[in-house]
């Protein structure tokens, strides 16, 4: 039943979003861009997995960890962090915060749990706490729920920064196509991207382009998500930006 009222909420969000995107056909991104970041610092092959530890000297410090089990460890949970930092960097806040920085500090805020008393529970991160570290390095920001392909274009016609939670193929059982395919057999996992720009045509959302913090071959700096994928992989919830300039007058978004 709460599925199902969230679906409703998020379609009739769809219709209101709808009518508002007029003469906005082609592709627009976000001015200026964010510079991609992968959650690993480096590119690392598929075929690694949360066991395997990362050793590359370089890396763990850029990355800021104290060593390589740290850096292992936290490489595969800050997809939030990385989005972060690409905003923070766009704009110029934080010059000299390292990922591990801004993770230990995220952390403080509440962002993620990794016990319950003696209880693994590895949660986060949540969207709550990302807004709250934007807003520490003075960037206003604000969690939506509810939300459609089509307020997501809204925004990114604004011009501002969205970060999107989706449901995709882990590391290992997504196809290396850039189709965000699930592999037979394989899982699901809660991830989050960067929204740089989308395509529209006939005043409909085509597809929206993301930064792909986990680094694959072809899930990197703006990767094409057709609206029908879309559509499939997006939780309906974002974290936006809202103090930037406006890319399309004010006649054009009615």
């Not at 039943?1 to 995107?21: E, T």
């Not at 913090?213 to 990197?220: H, W």
């Not at 057709?226 to 007058?249: G, Q, W």
Request: hydrophobic residues 35%; contains cysteine; proline residues 3%.
């Amino acid at each position: 039943m709460k599925s199902y009222i969230y679906s409703l909420i998020s379609y009739v969000n769809s219709l209101i979003y709808r009518r508002k995107l007029t003469k906005t056909d082609g592709t627009h991104f976000i001015d200026p861009k964010p510079k991609y970041l992968s959650q690993f610092v480096g590119i690392y092959p598929q075929s690694i997995t949360p066991q395997t530890i990362l050793k590359n000297k370089k890396h763990i410090a850029t990355y800021g960890a104290e060593n390589a089990e740290e850096f292992s460890f936290w490489v595969w949970r800050n997809c939030g962090i990385a989005c972060v930092k690409m905003i923070l960097e766009n704009k110029k806040k934080a010059k000299n915060k390292t990922i591990m920085d801004l993770t230990k500090e995220g952390i403080d805020l509440g962002g993620y749990i990794l016990y319950e008393g003696d209880t693994f529970v590895d949660k986060g991160w949540f969207h709550n706490s990302l807004v709250a570290l934007l807003q520490k390095y003075g960037v206003t920001a604000k969690s939506k729920k509810w939300q459609s392909i089509e307020s997501v274009a809204v925004d990114i016609l604004k011009n501002k920064f969205v970060i999107l939670s989706v449901q995709v193929p882990v590391r290992q059982d997504i196809y290396e196509d850039g189709s965000f395919r699930l592999r037979t057999g394989g899982k699901l996992g809660g991830h989050l991207l960067l929204a740089t720009g989308l395509k529209m045509f006939n005043n409909k959302v085509e597809g929206v382009f993301v930064h792909d913090s986990r680094g694959l071959e072809k899930y990197q700096k703006d990767t094409y998500i057709p609206a029908e994928v879309f559509n499939t992989i997006f939780s309906h919830r974002t974290v936006i930006v809202e103090d930037t300039n406006e890319l399309v007058s004010p006649g054009e978004m009615k």
